[in-house]
DNA sequence: TTGAAAGCGTTACCAG
DNA sequence: CTGGTAACGCTTTCAA
């Protein structure tokens, strides 16, 4: 490989003077500049950024930990987070956990050895251990999920509340007047008692006679398929089901498939995520828009500017829904 | 930061001998080594990756350049590269080009740079330039492709031409008279070629009186759809249609549906790829399943071996795939 | 078994 | 505007 070195000698000037060209820092007279140039040309010299980072102290390398990038929002944050990233001359060294704790805990003090300037997590929880390593490796953390809040870091969102508020209300005013909301636990996280929450205000307010929350036992459409079956055993005249994820959703309008219930003549199907599937499968699911692309791409950036020192005064980030009306859901008759 | 310098001077040896207990390279007596490992263990010390680079040439780092993490099988391919690069200590700098030229010059150069040991391109095409720009870089490069062939670099892939054979005979075999083909484009790559001969082959050993190939406008599901209104006009009688993927299946199943036209009752629609939406999606579609999973663990075992040094006799390796039986096809009766 | 010192490829400071 | 040199944090001879 050829070095700095080399191309001073073969350039005859000094290493600073080459360091002064390639990096634009100080200035260099055309001719010798020229000179320089040339042999870089020739030489097809590059620096080393190694090299370059001991003595700069930045490496201009973010950790992404992620738990799973088979998830599609995941890699939508992801996408997001790189390609807004290498705007800014980032690049991302990406660890998947899987969920799994230790995994965690010994990818950040990997990413610390690898000098990273910034972290960002996303996953469904954060746990102590997590926030105590990140703590002690002082760099800024950011941390995003979809399922759960945490008010010790910076995060981007969108107002969770309010958009179930508004897809419940939304299906109210299609004339429903049994909505069940299907959550994806017994046990919901505080993200998740938000949207119940907002289901519930909408319930109210518009003095339905009673809210039906149903739990299913996960995220994944078999589930969202069980807890169908469920829903309507016990409330064969619900005519909506506003379900708290996108895969839950295509379980429950599978299910009604199955059972050769109609979606949405019978029975309106809403989503909430609006994952590609939401868009491939028929019906096309009406669902909340969460901008997952943006999410990641407002949350590098922040964390840059941390980076770079400025002092970032909102440290939680609400990004803007939206209720996308397609054909899972319809006026009641 | 505490430094290895820190270290040897609170414990009060060399740094010599601190490099040598934290890399266990060298013997240390037991009680020098147990009075470091306190010094370090007090002061939260971390080996500076960066500056190890440097002096030993490696960066445990591996490029991979993506055109869209957004689609899925990019994204499993991705995963199945980091899991296993972890295995051996290497982690991976992700970079997506959307298929942009310039952008995958880029990239190659930036990771250059950044003294990645090897890159895995994933892509559609290779483009020339890129080639050019690769084999100056010398360093290891392997090319991941779901839609081409190249000669030139080691990858990893299923033998496509048997696999399209395979799934037209089983097709065939369920009593099938008529199966179309349906392609992505009118142009097909040359590994789209591959699965074209081997839909043939078996057509024509089963003396089936023609085939019936089709052409798409892309790969997406809105051109499958567009593609199964064509295919329909000029053979109604056609009662099976094998997709070159799963997209395109979809988009089929989905025009057949909107039809009235039952799945798999009436037609039989295969598709290529197992996409996890071929499960998701009803009727679960019957398809050629590709393990991109491990076609990146595969990819990145076989770039760290080249990278350590071994000869990888095999520049070309195929995995193993299957034909997953569905619902999306059955016997014609 | 240990320490001193050279060196990895840069940048940045200080002289000139 | 240019060159010399220390320094970045570490590994690796070489001697002791």
Redesign the interface.
């Known amino acids: 490989m050829v070095t700095i070195k080399d191309v001073a000698k073969l350039a005859g000037v000094s290493i600073s003077t080459v360091s002064r060209v390639i990096n634009n820092s100080k200035p260099v007279s055309p001719e010798v500049r020229k000179k320089v140039l040339k042999v870089i040309e020739e030489t097809?010299y590059?620096?080393?950024?190694?090299?370059r980072?001991?003595v700069t102290k930045k490496?201009y390398l973010i950790g992404v930990i992620v738990t799973?990038?088979?998830n599609?929002y995941v890699?939508?944050m992801?996408?997001g987070i790189?390609?807004v990233g290498?705007m800014y001359n980032y690049?991302?060294?990406?660890?998947?956990t899987y969920g799994d704790k230790s995994t965690e805990l010994k990818y950040i003090?990997?990413l610390?050895?690898?000098?990273v300037e910034g972290i960002i997590f996303i996953s469904d929880k954060l746990n102590e251990e997590v926030k105590e390593q990140v703590d002690?490796f002082k760099i800024p953390f950011l941390y995003l999920s979809r399922h759960s809040i945490e008010e010790k870091y910076p995060t981007v969102t969108i107002d969770n509340n309010l958009a179930s508020y508004e897809m419940t209300q939304y299906l109210i005013n299609l004339g429903h007047k049994k909505v069940a909301y299907l959550t994806d636990s017994e046990e919901p996280t505080n993200l998740e008692q938000l949207k119940i929450n907002g289901y519930k205000k909408a319930i109210e307010e518009n003095e339905i006679e009673k809210e039906l929350i149903y739990y299913a036992n996960g995220r994944k459409?078999e589930e969202g398929y069980a807890a169908a079956k469920e829903i309507l055993k016990e409330n064969e005249d619900v005519t909506a089901i506003f379900c708290s994820n996108d895969?839950l959703a295509?379980g429950v309008i599978?299910y009604l498939?199955?059972k050769d219930i109609k979606v949405p003549d019978e029975i309106s199907v809403a989503g909430y995520g609006d994952l590609?599937?939401a868009t491939?499968?028929?019906p096309q699911i009406t669902t909340v828009k969460e901008p997952f692309y943006d999410m990641g791409a407002v949350a590098i950036r922040m964390i840059i500017k941390e980076i770079a020192g400025e002092k970032v005064k909102e440290k939680r980030v609400n990004l803007p829904f939206h209720i996308e009306k397609r054909d899972s859901c319809k006026k009641i008759k």
């Open positions: 097809g590059r620096p080393n950024d190694i090299a980072t001991l490496s799973n990038l088979a599609s890699a939508e992801v996408r790189e390609e290498k690049d991302i060294l990406l660890c998947s003090q990997l610390n050895r690898k000098q002690a459409n895969e295509i599978n498939r199955d590609r599937m491939i499968i028929r």
